[in-house]
């Protein structure tokens, strides 16, 4: 079953991000799988992006429950923002959650680290949202 449309929090995370991509696209999916509640498709061949835990996932395909999505047209260039169904997709899941380190920017690009700052923040607020609704025991 689809997931909920969320292209306006992959809109919002995009725009942080700049085009192309290049070096922050493994930021990008990793804020996106966490601001979206999904996982990444682990994929070894063909287009793929490096995750900093060494692993490949798809450059471009969110998971729910197993079922794709499309998030990025483009996404070795222009990476525009999309949200298509893919239907099932068979494989190995990745979740970042809050385990996966955020890459660090550059100490000279201050776009980066805001943006780096924001996901940090975005972290804490969704890992405070998680405790209230399941208190640690």
């Known amino acids: 079953m689809a997931p909920p449309n969320q292209l306006g929090t992959v809109q919002r995370i ?5 085009t192309p991509l290049g070096a922050q696209h493994a930021a990008l999916l990793i804020e ?10 682990r994929k070894d061949a ?3 992006i490096q995750l900093p835990s060494g692993v490949r996932v798809s450059q471009d395909i969110l998971i729910f429950d197993g079922f794709g999505i499309d998030v990025l047209s483009d ?6 923002p999309t949200w298509q169904e893919k239907g099932p997709i068979a494989g190995e899941y990745v979740d970042v959650g809050t385990d996966e380190p955020a890459p660090q920017p550059v100490p000279g690009d201050l776009d980066a680290r805001v943006a780096a700052l924001e996901q940090r923040v975005g972290d804490l607020e969704a890992r ?3 405790l209230v609704l399941e208190p640690e025991r």
Request: charged content about 25%; overall charge positive; glycine content about 14%.
């Open 75 to 80: 996404a070795e260039g222009a990476a525009i």
């Open 128 to 130: 405070r949202y998680r």
């Open 14 to 18: 995009r725009a942080k991000y700049p």
């Open 46 to 48: 063909g287009s793929n």
């Open 32 to 41: 996106l799988a966490r601001g979206t509640g999904a996982k990444l498709l």
